[in-house]
């Protein structure tokens, strides 16, 4: 019996377009987007010890977030480049900053962490 998940491994497997991410189901939570973080420059970062690999992130902001090969979700920054140092930082994009607020409220992990780029305050995540 072939297997739903297909036999090529997971770096060769089609992945979900831009498109598709955009229109994911919204946060069970509030997801209204708070006026004053609208066009104010921001940071997320991820905690790997917290990090449970349910890869929800991925699939909220795929330009954002990836899955490495251990597992664990990291942060890219703007030219795509994984950043795998552990709590490394990366730029929200204010075009996904609802997609990225959303992954910090709805990761199992409670390990995305996003905070505003000028004095480090957290905004979503586990000490917002």
């Not at 072939?2 to 498109?19: F, K, N, Y």
């Not at 997801?31 to 699939?59: F, M, N």
């Not at 490394?88 to 996003?114: F, K, M, Q, T, Y």
Request: aromatic share 4%.
């Amino acid at each position: 019996m072939p297997s739903l998940l297909g036999s090529e491994p997971l770096h060769e497997r089609p992945h979900l377009s831009e498109d598709h991410i955009s229109t994911a189901p919204a946060a069970t939570g509030s997801d209204e987007v708070d006026a004053s973080l609208v066009g104010r420059p921001l940071k997320v970062w991820i905690d790997q010890d917290l990090c449970t690999g349910d890869g929800l992130c991925v699939q909220y902001a795929r330009r954002v977030f990836e899955m490495d090969l251990d597992g664990l979700a990291y942060v890219k920054d703007s030219s795509d480049e994984l950043l795998t140092d552990p709590g490394a930082v990366a730029d929200v994009p204010p075009d996904l900053l609802r997609d990225v607020l959303a992954s910090a409220r709805e990761c199992p992990g409670n390990c995305i962490h996003v905070v505003t780029a000028d004095d480090g305050v957290e905004v979503a995540g586990p000490n917002a």
